[in-house]
């Protein structure tokens, strides 16, 4: 009994000194501070295979010039690819469409109801795909948009390690930092 007595004793102990040291220390141990660093990581969400490099190490920048370009060749070679497809979903929805509207004359009498309904559910579904298509060629043209980096603020390019013809990721960031001179 006086074991335990003891032992939670301590912990409270041992609790009541660590919160009372938190906020008397000098160092702060809980990792909720929060430090401003001049760096920038000069990234396109596209990802790709840098075509053009246009800065050096420690050359200084202006708000909007120009750091690299990342080749567009594959979103544009899936870009007539995805334009197809939605021309062709496209055509097999108004060849739907038309069925639909001939069904819908014929309903109750020839073509039953159950039919019909059935033909609804593919043109909606017919529907969404040319929905997903259009996003997709959406979504392609604003890879290729952001192709070319450019420097957001003023400021200086740090060390960089990329070269023409290096490849990033869509989740891995390019290796071009460059250091702001706001603060």
């Not at 929060?34 to 990234?43: D, E, F, G, Q």
């Not at 929905?131 to 740090?158: H, N, Y």
């Amino acid at each position: 009994g006086n074991l335990i007595a003891m032992g939670c004793g301590a912990v409270f102990v041992l609790f009541m000194l660590l919160t009372f040291t938190r906020y008397f220390a000098f160092l702060d141990l809980t990792a909720s501070t929060t430090v401003k660093a001049p760096h920038i990581v000069l990234n396109t969400p596209a990802g790709g295979e840098i075509e053009t490099l246009y800065v050096t190490h420690n050359q200084k920048l202006k708000a909007g010039d120009p750091v690299y370009r990342i080749k567009t060749d594959r979103y544009e070679i899936q870009m007539a690819a995805k334009k197809a497809e939605k021309a062709r979903l496209q055509t097999q929805l108004g060849k739907l469409e038309a069925d639909l509207r001939r069904l819908g004359k014929l309903r109750g009498e020839i073509v039953p109801q159950a039919e019909y309904d059935a033909k609804v559910m593919e043109v909606e579904t017919q529907r969404e795909l040319v929905v997903k298509a259009e996003q997709d060629v959406g979504d392609l043209q604003w890879k290729i948009d952001r192709a070319l980096v450019v420097a957001p603020v003023d400021g200086q390019v740090a060390v960089q390690y990329s070269s023409e013809g290096q490849y990033f990721g869509e989740m891995r960031p390019s290796s071009i930092q460059m250091f702001t001179t706001k603060k």
